[in-house]
């Protein structure tokens, strides 16, 4: 949190302390000390047989050997790109729809059971109908993952704009401002917020469903393609330092979305 | 003795007149064929008691809420053809927050399509007029609470409106900011002799700014007095000692008190 909140509060970012980290800066990195060194006492303990657990060193340095002359590196960057390219896809077409059902409650009562139920299925129970319709393509796992994104990015939007503070729209309008202007200047803005929580709900989970989607159906690149058959052959230490990149990918986007969130949503909480 | 002190009513030329409005809220009628003329260039408050609606009147006269019957005319044409300026009691959910205070002051300008160097002008001029400083670039969120409705009222000035409505200004304010922000007020007013509806919950507040205090009865709403006040301004705090002063608040709280047993 505080790395992001150094980035917002608009204070001259050039005086950046230099001094001996404190202890308080460190505790961000006690949890991942304690783990790495858990990971290393089970597999150094041989309580978990070596062939289900290799070492965190031996883990992290094959990661780098297979990130610098392997194939991770091509593979993370297939999944990142179908997990950008469902994005995208979803939140181009979400947010719009969002937006036009919240600025319409009627519509969106009506749409309401549908979207909630989509959003409630499990994404990976569709995994079958989208290959009877996309056959075992590279689309298909965008398609599905796009889908999930959608309905996330649109059930947020609409009800962003339908929380949208009355008082602000009546302000607008007592301005004199036409129903197209308080929909641009006023419920567009308002409903950012909370289209946000859709955009940041809707990368992790296209990250989830594209991941699983490389499990099964029937992919030869990317992470979940790699972990599935480090399982499958046993290449324990390939399984492992894939699931570590799941991670990281999954963790940085994260948190460029929550720094974009606070760059761009200046205003949420204030 | 309290009808000795009190002023006569007076006759003014109407400006915003309103006959026969009705409203119902849930079967239950808050204004029943209610009449009311209200004076050009003076600043009116409007003070009842609890549940009357005062706010709900200055509501309907600017068009935020719609009305079951009757009409309101500002300056002989029907309201809704009147540049309308509106304060809300709470700035921060009238404000736009995504907006820097000179984004927020400039906004009904913007809506006209006026360009941008012109609206700027335009804001600097009031800010000069009324001796107001702010740091107009700072997002609105980051001024206090007196600025913030400071923003607010200018906003509502910006425009050149014919009336200004304003729904207890005051009432999310600190004491010392409430001080500061009516005097800005009063400010405003003898620049302008905007026509001025302001609604209170306060009654020496109520006398202090008004030259008509409107007193209302509780439902379903009447008039119960148009009291007049012509004390001149600038008016400071030292004449709440003032006996006319003393005189008017005394006769409007009396006929408060005889609504409240009512």
């Not at chain 2, 064929?33 to 009116?44: A, I, Y």
Request: hydrophobic share 50%.
């Amino acid at each position: 949190m505080s790395a992001t909140d150094i980035l917002i509060d608009g204070k001259p970012r050039g005086y950046a302390k230099i001094a001996v980290p404190s202890a308080t800066t460190l505790l961000p990195l006690v949890g991942p000390v304690v783990f790495i060194l858990a990971w290393w006492l089970i597999s150094a303990s041989h309580v978990v047989r070596a062939v289900l657990l290799p070492s965190p060193l031996a883990t992290f340095a094959y990661l780098g050997d297979a990130l610098v002359h392997g194939t991770m590196l091509a593979d993370t960057i297939v999944t990142l790109t179908r997990t950008l390219e469902a994005f995208a896809i979803g939140a181009v077409l979400g947010v719009p729809v969002g937006v036009a059902f919240g600025s319409n409650e009627r519509l969106y009562r009506s749409i309401e059971f549908l979207v909630d139920f989509f959003r409630s299925m499990p994404a990976s129970a569709l995994i079958p109908l989208f290959i009877l319709f996309f056959g075992i393509t590279d689309i298909n796992k965008v398609a599905i993952a796009a889908f999930s994104v959608f309905l996330i990015v649109t059930f947020n939007s609409a009800y962003g704009v339908m929380n949208a503070k009355k008082s602000r729209i009546l302000a607008a309008k007592v301005m004199g401002a036409t129903p197209f202007q308080i929909f641009r200047d006023v419920l567009l803005l308002e409903s950012l917020p909370q289209t946000f929580v859709g955009l940041r709900n809707g990368i992790s989970t296209s990250l989830v469903i594209v991941v699983v989607a490389e499990m099964f159906i029937g992919a030869d690149q990317g992470l979940g393609h790699r972990i599935i058959e480090g399982e499958q052959i046993l290449h324990v230490t390939d399984m492992y330092a894939s699931i570590v990149v799941a991670g990281i990918v999954g963790y940085l986007l994260n948190v460029l979305f929550m720094v974009a969130d606070k760059r761009l949503i200046h205003w949420n909480g204030k | 003795m309290m009808t000795a002190t009190a002023p006569p009513e007076v006759v003014d030329e109407s400006f915003i007149a309103v006959r026969g409005l009705s409203k119902a809220f849930g079967g239950q009628a808050l204004y029943a064929s209610f009449d009311l003329d209200l004076p050009k260039g003076k600043l009116t408050t409007i003070f009842g008691p609890n549940g009357c609606g005062k706010s709900t009147l200055i509501n309907m006269m600017s068009g935020l809420i719609d009305f079951d019957a009757g009409s309101v005319e500002i300056g002989g044409q029907d309201f809704r053809a009147a540049r309308i300026g509106y304060v809300f009691q709470n700035y921060r959910d009238s404000l736009f927050p995504w907006c820097s205070a000179l984004e927020n002051i400039e906004y009904p300008l913007k809506l006209r399509g006026i360009s941008r160097s012109v609206q700027r002008f335009r804001v600097e001029a009031l800010l000069a007029q009324f001796e107001i400083t702010l740091d107009l670039n700072r997002p609105i969120y980051e001024l206090s609470g007196g600025q913030q409705q400071l923003v607010a009222i200018l906003r509502a000035l910006v425009a050149n409106p014919e009336v200004l409505f304003l729904d207890e200004p005051f009432s999310a304010l600190d004491y010392e900011m409430t001080l500061y922000i009516r005097d800005k007020l009063q400010t405003v007013f003898m620049e302008t002799g905007l026509t001025t509806v302001l609604v209170s919950h306060d009654l020496e507040e109520a006398v202090y700014l008004a030259d008509r205090i409107l007193l209302l009865s509780k439902r379903p709403t009447r008039i119960v007095e148009l009291i007049s006040y012509e004390t001149p301004r600038p008016r400071t705090t030292d004449i709440m000692s003032d006996p006319q002063f003393v005189a008017v608040k005394a006769h409007a709280l009396e006929l408060f008190r005889r609504e409240m047993q009512r």
